[in-house]
Every structure is written in C-alpha cells, then in structure tokens.
C-alpha cells in the first residue's frame, strides 16, 4: 500500500512539491536514441556538402546529440540510498530537464529545416530525365508538428518544468518556444540566414539559462524537503499513542 507524502514540513510551512520518483532506465534508452538519431543526421548533412543552405541546422543536430550525453552523466548518479545527497536525489529529473530543452528542443529547430533541404537537395538526389519538380507547399511543414505534443507533455504536467517554474512562466517559456521555432524556419526557407541565427541564438540563450536555473531549483528543493521533513511515524509509535480500549 502506498504511503502519503508528507505535506507540511517540521517548521509549519508546506514542503516543495518534488516530481514523483522515476526509473532512470526508461530515459537512459532515450538518451540512446537522442544521441545516434540527431549525430547520424548531422553527419549526413555534412556529408552532401551543402552547410550554408542549412543555416544553423547542424549545429543543433550536434547540440541535440552533445546535450544527450550531458543529460546521461546527471542521470547516472541518482541515488536514493543512505548516503544520497540532494544532488544525487534529483539527478535523474536534472538530466531529464537537459534532455527537454536542450536535447528535444533543439531537435525540434532543426528538424523542419532538416526536410526542407533534403527535400530540395540536387546533391543527395537527381531529377530522372523527364521528370518534373513537384513543390512539397504547405506538406513541408508536417514535421514541425511534433512541437505540438511536446507543448502538451509540457505544460500538461508530465514535464521537468511544471515542478520548477509557476505555470504562467510554463506557459510563457513553451510559448516562446513555438514562436522562436517558427521564426528560425521561415527566417532557413527565405534564405534570411541571419534572422534564423539570431532566433537560434535567443533561443538557445533561453534554453540554457532554463537549465541552470531548474537544475539549481530542483536541489534547492530537495535540500528544503530534507531539511524539514517529519520524522517517519512507524506502526508501534501509532499503536502507542491509541488510547486502549
């Protein structure tokens, strides 16, 4: 049978929420995929020898693939035995938080960015004799929906950042997000690669000033929830202080 959380800490006060425990086994695996999938893709796109079509777009494949490996060493020390520290508490859900932001986010810039020069490339592909060019139009942008339940798992509660940050800030820091991506693609396919980097930048600036502070958060809060919380009440400390009947 599970036990209630305690609530309220020895000082009166409430505890901080703290995100439900995890098994880091399930984000290790995709930590796997984060690392291969986006590293295999940038090495593709060095490989056609066209870098400047593609902006930025490397960049955040490697970011996306680097940050995995960050997100990977956070994780590997969670512990939660006798001699755990808050540190080593929240690590799992540290390495989460860099897995979202960095490593997901940034797969998600890159990927629609990623289609459309693929699609387009006379290097990977050739046009058959007699064939025509068929313009993808509005289809290109079918991989950047994914950015829509990634908001969701966001801001409905299953992410990092509902424990570290008020919701309106949540709301505000997805927003943002959405609006940085979008401006970083319209900004690749109009060749106004200037714009895209500078929404790149911002966005990147963000993601990383993000982590640190909810990396921090989350330490700050185990060390106040270890600080202030009751004593364990085990069965014989209940049975002695029922009365007899």
Do not use: C
């Amino acid at each position: 049978m599970a036990h209630d959380v305690p609530r309220i800490g020895t000082d009166g006060a409430p505890l901080p929420v703290l995100p439900p425990e995890r098994d880091p086994r399930l984000t290790i695996r995709v930590i796997r995929v984060m690392f291969y999938t986006p590293g295999f893709l940038a090495l593709l796109l060095l490989k056609t020898g066209e870098p400047t079509g593609y902006g930025i777009t490397i960049e955040f494949l490697m970011l996306a693939s680097i940050s995995s490996i960050v997100a990977g060493l956070f994780i590997a020390t969670q512990s939660s035995g006798g001699t755990a520290d808050p540190a080593s508490k929240v690590a799992t859900w540290a390495g989460a938080l860099i897995l979202e932001l960095l490593g997901v986010v940034s797969l998600l810039n890159a990927v629609p960015a990623l289609f459309h020069e693929l699609a387009h490339s006379s290097l990977i592909k050739a046009l058959a004799p007699g064939a025509t060019a068929v313009s993808l139009g509005p289809t290109e942008l079918i991989p950047a929906v994914a950015i829509i339940p990634f908001m969701v798992y966001q801001l409905a509660g299953f992410g990092t950042l509902h424990y570290i940050v008020p919701r309106a800030v949540n709301w505000i820091i997805n927003l943002a997000l959405l609006a940085l991506i979008v401006t970083a693609h319209s900004a690749n396919r109009a060749n106004d690669f200037g714009l895209e980097m500078v929404a790149g930048s911002i966005l990147v600036v963000m993601m990383v000033i993000t982590v640190v502070y909810g990396v921090l958060k989350l330490k700050q809060m185990q060390t106040l929830y270890d600080a202030h919380l009751p004593p364990k009440e085990g069965k014989h400390h209940a049975d002695a202080a029922s009365p007899p009947a």
